[in-house]
């Protein structure tokens, strides 16, 4: 062999060997360690790391304190932390009443007696009469409105629950639509320019109380733009009785019919609501530490740190709302893996080519809010950030199965992640896109290339009973493994991923639909509550692209319907039929735009 020859093999060799150990974990994931730090995120003095609790707090100072003891510098505005602003809920204040009124009878109801407000009910005085709207349904697609021919405007309407029997029959699915859901039944009644809605729950079925329905306990927006109210069956009784009727007997004839029972109430009945509530909020904070490289170019690591605390509307155990929900999966899971990785990488201090942000974000549960504050306000510059690795509910690998989203995003991914599952035991399941309903979507909406980390879906999820104890930490210890090598290998990497558009598959959720009716395409901006509906993104190839629209335009309309909140754009959208020819109207950069928009099928 030819010593020129003999030479060159030996510096690829070199060369080899370096690049080898560059993008190899020097360290392995410790299992116990990684489980000792679910436990300590997922114990009662962690409150569920809900959002506005001691317990976050107490997290967040966890999080911090690693960091320290690791020498990670902070990368926050104030030290580690990055503060943003939440709406936690909603509590009600001194001054709620109800009043009916009639010629020598007066009758005052006692809170959360009598009648309650819902969370999500405007505040201000009504004083208006009382209309029957029998569900407060305008379903087209079942040829049925209970306000056909009814007068509300300016009125209170008063509709049942649930929805008319008939509708489970011919939906085909035998199951509740969504016009049963009260968010549903609160805008039809608003756009039908009725001034309030009090519910009452009708019939009961066997062994059922006529319970009020515990104030918080439904999701809803911050204000559905309408008073909204629950009375007991027993105070509406007397309200039928006035106008010759019976409540049993009216709900039997709508339902035994499927056609509408509304009528108008006596006029002589003066109804009187004052409903005062208040929003509250709290300040949390994202916690961000930087671990620098030899440029200022970036690989993100991330995951979401906060949970449901003891429970609100997204628990998935209503009877147990008031208890702890620890989260140990979702997601002291994946923020224990941040930390852990933090450990491991923390000895290449100055080694890799790029740095490591490390990012535990607050605020997800309450819809992606945290990340949505970085991007908005980041602090480190979003063009060098080269790729972001989210973590979202690791622990629970069974049979070795582990999904990994977003490999299309990056034009190196799919290499990248051969490369590091060469040794590993998993059955990957792979998908392309990278839009879903945890923090790494905050970042597809930036153009960043992102992969998504997750061991499924299981039976303990957003309740009380996701503890530690069901976590599987030896093999979440070796998918660790993995991540390291991932982003070790990106770190290196003499170019950086570029970042693709995916052409996916038309989804079950974003677009403002929630998963029901026709395809429009958008990705909401969760940060931005109020005054339309702010578009993150709008899909690549989806009717809203190809009606022009852009991310950045805020959905003030959408055909007649005004669209002040996701929950207006998602009622408007549920109500359109595949095919139909949508005029909207977006504001863009502060100047109103229209476009026709033709609704396609969901796949």
């Given at each position: ?246 409540l049993k007997d009216v709900q039997e004839q709508i339902n035994s019919a ?221 998918l660790l493994d993995l991540i390291e090598n991932v982003a070790v290998q ?70 007649d319907k005004p669209i002040k909140n996701l929950y207006d754009f998602t ?33």
């Amino acid at each position: 062999m030819p010593n020129r020859l003999r030479f060159h093999r030996i510096v690829l060799a070199i060369a080899a060997a370096v690049l080898f150990t560059a993008s190899t974990p020097v360290q392995q994931a410790d299992p116990a360690r990684y489980l000792d730090d679910i436990k300590t995120l997922a114990a009662p003095e962690m409150e569920g790391r809900g959002a506005g609790t001691k317990g976050l707090a107490r997290a967040q100072q966890l999080i911090e304190k690693r960091y320290k003891e690791l020498g990670i510098a902070p990368a926050g505005v104030k030290g580690y932390a990055q503060p943003f602003t939440v709406v936690t809920g909603a509590r009600l204040k001194s001054d709620n009443q109800f009043v009916v009124q009639s010629p020598g009878f007066r009758n005052e109801l006692k809170i959360d007696q009598g009648f309650v407000p819902f969370s999500f009910s405007s505040s201000g005085r009504v004083f208006a009469p009382l209309v029957f709207a029998g569900y407060g349904a305008t379903a087209d697609e079942f040829h049925y409105d209970d306000y056909a021919g009814l007068d509300v405007k300016d009125k209170i309407v008063l509709v049942l629950r649930y929805e008319p029997s008939g509708f489970a029959e011919k939906s085909g699915n035998h199951g509740l639509t969504q016009h049963s859901q009260l968010i549903t039944k609160a805008i039809n009644a608003r756009n039908h320019g009725a001034k309030a809605v009090v519910v009452i729950n009708g019939k009961l079925g066997d062994g059922e109380e006529d319970l009020l329905t515990r104030f918080g306990s439904v999701s809803g927006p911050e204000n559905v733009g309408i008073v909204m109210t629950q009375v007991k069956n027993e105070v509406a009784e007397s309200w039928f009785r006035s106008a010759g009727k019976s409540l049993k007997d009216v709900q039997e004839q709508i339902n035994s019919a499927t056609k509408p029972g509304s009528f108008a109430f006596p006029d002589s009945l003066h109804f009187a609501l004052h409903i005062d509530i208040e929003t509250t909020r709290a300040t949390v904070n994202n916690v961000l530490a930087w671990l620098p490289g030899q440029t200022d170019e970036y690989v993100i690591i991330g995951a979401h740190y906060d949970h449901l605390g003891r429970g609100n509307f997204d628990s998935l155990a209503p009877s147990q709302i008031g208890q702890i929900h620890p989260g140990a999966d979702d997601n002291a899971s994946g923020t224990a893996g941040v930390l852990e990785l933090a450990r491991l990488l923390a000895p290449q201090r100055g080694q890799l080519k790029r740095s490591i942000l490390f990012m535990d974000f607050a605020g997800e549960e309450l819809g992606l809010l945290g990340s949505a504050a970085w991007v908005k306000d980041p602090t480190r510059p979003l063009a060098k950030a080269v790729a972001m690795l989210n973590m979202d509910m690791i622990g629970r690998i069974k049979d070795d199965k582990v999904y990994i989203g977003g490999v299309g995003t990056g034009s190196t991914f799919k290499s990248v992640l051969e490369q590091a599952q060469k040794d590993t035991p998993f059955k990957i399941e792979y998908s392309a896109g990278g839009y879903s309903s945890s923090d790494h979507t905050s970042f597809v909406t930036k153009k960043i290339p992102v992969l998504f980390f997750f061991s499924g879906l299981h039976s303990d999820y957003h309740k009380p009973s996701d503890t530690w104890d069901k976590i599987n930490a030896p093999s979440a210890a070796r998918l660790l493994d993995l991540i390291e090598n991932v982003a070790v290998q990106l770190a290196n990497a003499p170019d950086a991923p570029a970042f693709q558009i995916v052409a996916e598959d038309k989804p079950p959720a974003g677009g403002g639909g929630g998963g029901y009716g026709p395809y429009f395409g958008s990705i909401p901006d969760f940060g931005q509550t109020e005054n339309g509906v702010k578009f993150s993104d709008v899909k690549p190839n989806s009717p809203a692209a190809k009606a022009g629209l852009r991310a950045g335009d805020i959905l003030i309309q959408f055909g007649d319907k005004p669209i002040k909140n996701l929950y207006d754009f998602t009622d408007a959208l549920r109500r359109s039929k595949v095919g139909d020819v949508v005029e909207v109207k977006v504001l863009r950069d502060g100047q109103p735009v229209t476009a026709s928009v033709k609704l396609e099928q969901r796949k």
